[in-house]
């Protein structure tokens, strides 16, 4: 796939039930009520959450991106430190550079 197929842009509203979906994938082991209660957490924290998605157009997302901004970091001698909380792209469209995309995304939200 090429990334020019691919539009990288903060979560909106409508993406909930597919960045749903792609959480599942991402966190099998998470029922879909932790999820719904981390995704909800992460909407109401938006000064110090992020989310980016992957969207191939037509409702379909095919990646995303949650980040923060974390008070201290462990190793790290810096307050206020952008941290890459979870990544996933769908494998049709790894080795695309939409993770790379992705992360570029998050890293400019968190200067």
């Not at 939409?98 to 968190?110: C, I, M």
Request: one cysteine or more; glycine letters at 10%; charged letters at 30%.
């Amino acid at each position: 796939m090429a990334t020019s197929d691919v539009t990288i842009r903060p979560l909106g509203e409508s993406d909930l039930g597919e960045w749903l979906r792609l959480r599942q994938l991402l966190w099998d082991e998470s029922s879909e009520d932790d999820h719904k209660e981390e995704m909800f957490d992460i909407i109401e924290h938006s000064d110090t959450q992020f989310v980016a998605v992957a969207d191939s157009g037509g409702g379909r997302l095919v990646g995303f991106l949650e980040a923060s901004i974390r008070t201290h970091v462990e190793d790290c001698e810096t307050e206020n430190v952008g941290y890459l909380e979870g990544w996933y792209v769908e494998e049709e469209y790894r080795h695309s550079g939409v993770g790379s995309q992705l992360v570029a995304y998050a890293e400019e939200w968190a200067r």
